[in-house]
DNA sequence: ACGCAGCGATACCGTACGGGTATGGAAAGA
DNA sequence: TCTTTCCATACCCGTACGGTATCGCTGCGT
């Protein structure tokens, strides 16, 4: 069996994408008589063409898309493999937490704590991102995230659950359903709710929003409604209310990190923060 | 960022895996000195020293370890890239299942004829293995498997559940625990248990076996004894009997796939599988 | 219908880098 | 101290990767 470069899934990925030699030649910097060679050469050595060539037009063929989807895991892993490596062989050793402000329920204070107090525990660098944050865990730029099931997609991490929360519509106390004790998704039909970054229209109307403060301003000025957690009761002005959703699918708080990661300094935090949890959930009900 | 290359891992997995550079270059079949020149250069581009050059010894470091880890996931992705793609582009397309023979549950004919029926069916090429299958579904050898829960590691992969069994203690009529009407797993403690291949000592002792047939002739011999699903009760011999082990826990039978796989065909084949498994349940109790 | 423009393939060339051989040099064992 | 072991350095060569120039095909515009 032939090897497959790294190089050459650079290449093909660029062509794969423009669907054009040229374009994918000028984005990779280099010219296109030697892209279209690499290209020829590649098929050749897996014995399959990748790309139909109409005069006018380059189209992918079944293999081709195969070969797309298969080389982006490749280059993915090939990424992350290097910024891991840096990371583990950086001077500091730290534990690199992603989170989202406001979207750890409450939880993450006792957390820190707690595995602070573990036996050779590291320093944690907390990173706040709003969207894209299990990216950054793929990506080999952190250790571990907090993340939501179902929103996040969660296939290739390995998880740890910390706290399954009821979802509440949050308004402002002037709006027509502020009096309600309760809502349903129907409610909601005509409501702009915020599209989340890195979420690909989930049905979801309206302007982006990349972090909680602008998303409660946003709200208290009428602009738009969320549907968010309970525990962000604890975070809300005073110009806004929260009323449950009655068919909201309860969101779970998890904990993610790089499947097969095996870093003593990771499980010891996952072990903090899965004691910290069930002792929530036990005092919480 | 520096481009992390194939052919740079593959050279650094052999001196991580023989730490020795003699030893790595042979089996790299390539002289000592560019694999040390290859080593180094990787060393530099990514800013971090990966092998500690102690005098006679060379050990890995943090970020060694690191690097060895991920490399591997880089390699076999790149290989399954390639045997997809491969297999993607042939001319006679087929669905390549991989099954252990009487593993399953009783439930492929229905499955293979109902998937038949489906539109855009494919023909089905079925490989028998009795260990090891589910590397066959990460080298992308084959497009789906029949696996065990929790008896395989399934990370990495999307499964579907078929079937939840209970196990039973397969052994001679003549066994001492023959007549009984059933077992717990201490009643095996001292019992000759099969090693099944790819499996590291899982507590098992006795030798390997690779096919049923053999595994069910050697507990006639009363060579070794086996816990397992129910439904080989089908397949039994007449010198054997089966006892239920009360504290085994159940196996799911699990139709598994690779990650994020596309395949209107596999989509299919899944549709199939899963109709035909909520059937057999129903019936079933 | 003819010509032009767009785009991928081909031809040809230079160089940078991967790989080989020979050798150095440090350290452990006899 | 002499030898052995094993990684690094020095130096050389060939390949293959990338660049420039050009061809050839095809669809479109007038």
Redesign the pocket.
């Known amino acids: 069996m032939e090897r497959l470069?790294v190089?050459e899934l650079v290449?093909f990925t660029a062509?794969a994408e423009?669907?054009?030699?040229?374009?994918?030649?000028a984005r990779?910097?280099?010219?296109?008589?030697?892209?279209?060679?690499?290209?020829?050469?590649l098929e050749r050595r897996l014995g399959v063409t990748l790309?139909e060539?109409?005069?006018?037009?380059?189209a992918l063929t079944e293999a081709g898309a195969v070969l797309l989807r298969e080389g982006r895991t490749v280059l993915d892993a090939s990424a992350a493999a290097a910024r891991r490596t840096q990371r583990a062989g950086r001077a500091d050793p730290r534990l690199v937490l992603v989170i989202k402000p406001g979207g750890d329920g409450g939880l993450l204070p006792a957390v820190l704590d707690t595995y602070q107090a573990e036996p050779g525990a590291l320093p944690v660098e907390l990173v706040c991102s709003f969207g894209e944050r299990e990216v950054l865990l793929r990506e080999g730029r952190a250790d571990a995230a907090l993340l939501h099931r179902p929103h996040h997609d969660l296939t290739g991490l390995d998880t740890q659950d910390l706290l399954t929360e009821t979802q509440l519509l949050v308004i402002p106390s002037s709006h027509r359903l502020a009096d309600r004790s309760r809502v349903c998704l129907n409610d909601l039909d005509e409501e702009p709710l915020p599209r989340w970054p890195g979420v690909p229209e989930g049905g979801s109307r309206g302007p982006e929003v990349h972090d909680l403060g602008q998303l409660l301003h946003l709200i208290a000025l009428r602009r738009m409604v969320a549907v968010l957690p309970s525990s962000i009761r604890d975070q809300l002005r005073d110009d806004l209310v929260a009323v449950p959703v009655d068919d909201a699918e309860p969101t779970t708080l998890v904990l993610a990190w790089p499947e097969h990661a095996t870093s003593p300094a990771l499980a010891a935090f996952v072990r903090a923060a899965t004691a910290v949890a069930v002792k929530a959930t036990d005092h919480g009900g």
């Open positions: 470069e190089r290449y062509v423009e669907l054009h030699f040229g374009r994918a030649a990779l910097g280099m010219a296109q008589p030697p892209l279209s060679r690499a290209i020829q050469q790309l060539r109409g005069n006018r037009r380059v």
